[in-house]
């Protein structure tokens, strides 16, 4: 006998990497590469192919394993390294600029990124970050490295991973310094610049909210839309309280409405998970879910009078889900209604609390 399972059902972004190569669209290849990180299995390293050889897209985590994953699918489609003229990397997460260091460094690939493009790990990235706009703050960078920071909420901790992702990102430290180059763009575009990559014309989007430096590209003679993390198809995005900066969530709705605004978009091309036909109704749905979230910390507002926000991390997710990243989500949803003038906060014995408007 077999015990009922209490485990949710397996979301596509989970699925462990297929090693097969499908063709999405005439020149755009899918590959998947492996990862593990809390709730995902995979991400999706798109080829894009032209005359010049290929292009990729997100090459993967940094190290040797995912190395070799991606040389292998890149033999598999018909490609060396070296024929890899372009990386782009759609956004600061080490999931998706893996390999784009040394393909840069090794092979003279050119590495495209929103303008904004930072990691945490790289302190001279900054540095070299001499073209901002005028007016850009270069202070409180949102892609800086989040664990032992401050958390904004509460003075009696510093900001810590869950263990089995703080290993994982001791590691990519140590495969880093070893074996990897940080992924320092030479290109860096801004919102709506034409980027040509298979044969197709992209339009560059600037989309924040999971990240400040958060870039799909829109291909709007055929519909295709590379999506990123911005948009997935079973999951949400996490979105952080812990970048500069007020309010995330009113960034990303805003990205998400630019999405579901597109027109005639076809196919859109997730980082994690299948490709998905009704962008505009997958962005219509993670908003529903955030301002669903809204309404829950609106009820308890109501019932929890003035309080932590630890306290209201408890009433938005499950006991197993309890902890730090909870509570990041939960202060940007809170921030997002203080900003909206619902709530007003306060700090109080070395902690922020709010409460509804009167
Ligand atoms: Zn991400
Ligand atoms: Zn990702």
């Known amino acids: 006998m077999t015990a009922p399972s209490t485990e949710r059902p397996r979301r596509q972004e989970q699925e462990p990497a297929s090693t097969e190569i499908t063709e999405m669209a005439p020149g755009i290849l899918r590959s998947q590469l492996p990862i593990s990180l809390p709730g995902l299995g995979h991400v999706n390293c798109y080829f894009l192919e032209d005359e010049r050889g290929v292009a990729v897209v997100d090459p993967g985590l940094p190290g040797p394993s995912s190395w070799r994953a991606l040389v292998h699918r890149l033999k598999q489609a018909g490609y060396k390294p070296n024929n890899v003229h372009t990386v782009v990397v759609t956004h600061s997460h080490p999931d998706h600029f893996g390999g784009a260091g040394r393909l840069r460094d090794v092979y003279g690939a050119e590495v495209i990124s929103h303008r904004s493009f930072r990691t945490w790990f790289d302190p001279a990235e900054d540095e070299t970050l001499d073209d901002e706009p005028a007016g850009a703050t270069t202070e409180t960078p949102r892609s800086v490295k989040p664990w032992g920071r401050e958390m904004p909420w509460r003075d009696d901790a510093t900001f810590q991973p869950p263990m089995k992702r703080r290993l994982k990102f001791g590691l990519y430290r140590v495969a880093l310094k070893r074996f990897m180059r940080t992924p320092a763009p030479t290109r860096r575009v801004d919102d709506a610049e034409i980027i040509t990559l298979a044969r197709r014309e992209w339009v560059s989007?600037?989309?924040?909210?999971?990240?400040?430096?958060?870039l799909?590209?829109?291909?709007?003679?055929?519909?295709?839309?590379l999506a990123g993390d911005h948009v997935l198809p079973t999951i949400t995005p996490h979105i952080s309280g812990l970048v500069a900066g007020a309010d995330p969530l009113t960034e990303f709705f805003g990205s998400l409405e630019k999405v579901a605004g597109l027109d005639g978009v076809t196919l859109a091309l997730p980082a994690h998970g299948h490709p998905f036909h009704d962008l505009a109704g997958r962005a219509h749905e993670i908003r529903a879910h955030h301002e669903e979230r809204l309404d829950t910390l609106r009820a308890a507002a109501q019932e929890l009078g003035d309080a932590t926000v630890e306290a209201y991390s408890q009433k938005l997710f499950r006991p197993r889900s309890w902890g730090q990243m909870a509570e990041s989500e939960t202060y940007a949803h809170l921030e997002h209604l203080r900003e909206t003038g619902e709530v007003v906060s306060h700090r109080e014995a070395g902690a922020l609390r709010y409460h509804l408007v009167e």
């Open 216 to 225: 799909c590209l829109f291909d709007p003679a055929a519909g295709i839309v």
């Open 205 to 214: 989007l600037h989309t924040p909210g999971h990240t400040n430096d958060h």
